[in-house]
């Protein structure tokens, strides 16, 4: 009997019954720390780029490439906090004269921030 192309690439099958199934199992990967921002992106593979995570979850790259999308993004909302807080002007000297319009106006800059991220990373 012709062996067939996945046991020329040494495949091996296992008898299940009247049935031989392909013991098929994924690449071993090194597990990363994967933060909001990378599970935001798994969620979106998930939902809306269903060939992209397959690709990524069979090859064996997905928790890296989530990783590194974690690290991005938050890299991306570090800056965009900060530059948003230098260009409106809030100090500690606001934190400490009206601590109620520094916390209403930091969670504007973070909520904005938060949107640009999701747009050019996160849902993109």
Not at 31 to 44: A, K, M, S, T, V
Not at 63 to 84: K, T
Request: net charge negative.
């Amino acid at each position: 009997m012709a062996k067939s192309l996945f046991e020329e690439m040494d495949g091996k099958y296992e008898r299940q019954g009247d049935y031989l199934i392909p013991c098929i199992a994924l690449s071993a990967e090194e597990e990363q720390p994967i933060g909001i921002w990378g599970q935001r992106h798994l969620d979106y593979l998930k939902q809306c780029r269903k060939v992209t995570y397959t690709n990524l979850l069979t090859s064996g790259r997905l928790n890296a490439y989530l990783a590194d999308i974690d690290r991005q993004a938050q890299e991306r909302f570090e800056r965009l906090i900060e530059g948003m807080k230098q260009a409106q002007g809030i100090t500690e000297r606001l934190k400490e004269e009206n601590a109620l319009e520094w916390i209403g106006r930091l969670n504007n800059i973070r909520a904005c921030a938060r949107g640009i991220v999701n747009e050019e990373i996160i849902f993109a």
